[in-house]
């Protein structure tokens, strides 16, 4: 049973354009939300994370916004830049974060010049 | 920059060796976590640690995997007599209070089985 559901599994966008990535989650008791950015050859390193008592969140161009009652969540990264080209994961954990992590499956994105 | 350290970079075994795995956290780092990412994506939960104590294990697929966190040393985790479908990339992170605020990954160990 998957429990974080991701889409879509790539993604190309143009340089300054929007790159949006959607997760949904299926068990209630999660309560922390996180987003990770990997590159090749590297670990995920945390981008943004939200807690469900805000509906948005947001650091530079990066925006994750959270929608409760749909069990939903996406990442909008803004004025996407080639340097932004690597593997999103979304991910949800319980205990307010003091817990391990249940990762989406990723998406490839792919910010072209 | 303070790092995760996950030792080797690159590990190859036969079926049916021996496999192990280092991972040296941040120092002041209390809480220990290992992950396995494979079919090139997907992350699997295996074990973490407070300190030396065992914190969460419901991950491990205990007959063949053991992991260590001893004072003064490298975690460790094992794998013994490895299968095909142990190869994967193996990730530690750690974080000073426990919570994901705070986690940072290593660069993970590919392992290889062949």
């Known amino acids: 049973q998957q429990q974080v559901k991701q889409s879509p599994q790539s993604l190309i966008v143009q340089k300054g354009g929007i790159s949006i990535i959607n997760c949904a989650y299926e068990?209630?008791?999660?309560?922390?939300f996180p987003w990770y950015q990997q590159f090749p050859g590297k670990g995920p390193a945390l981008l943004i994370a939200?807690?469900?008592?805000?509906s948005e969140k947001k650091e530079g161009r990066f925006t994750i916004s959270f929608n409760k009652s749909a069990k939903q969540f996406s990442l909008h990264i803004m004025d996407s830049q080639p340097g932004d080209s690597a593997t999103y994961f979304c991910?949800?954990?319980?205990?307010?974060?003091?817990?391990?992590?249940?990762f989406g499956k990723g998406t490839m994105l792919l910010v072209s010049p | 920059g303070e790092e995760v350290a996950q030792t080797p970079k690159h590990l190859v075994r036969g079926e049916g060796q021996k496999a192990k795995l280092y991972c040296a956290p941040i120092?002041?780092?209390?809480?220990v976590f290992w992950y396995q990412q494979v079919l090139k994506n997907e992350f699997k939960f295996l074990i973490s640690?407070?300190?030396?104590?065992?914190?969460?294990e419901t991950g491990m697929p205990k007959e063949r995997f053991s992991a260590k966190c001893l004072p003064n040393s490298p975690c460790s985790l094992e794998i013994q007599a490895t299968k095909l479908e142990d190869s994967a990339v193996y990730f530690c992170?750690?974080?000073?209070?426990?919570?994901?605020?705070?986690?940072?990954f290593g660069s993970g160990t590919r392992l290889t089985v062949v």
């Open positions: 068990n209630t008791a999660f309560d922390y």
């Open positions: 939200i807690r469900p008592d805000v």
């Open positions: 992170a750690s974080s000073p209070r426990g919570d994901l605020d705070g986690y940072t």
């Open positions: 991910a949800a954990s319980m205990a307010w974060g003091y817990s391990t992590l249940t």
């Open positions: 640690f407070q300190n030396e104590n065992v914190f969460d």
């Open positions: 120092k002041g780092h209390s809480y």
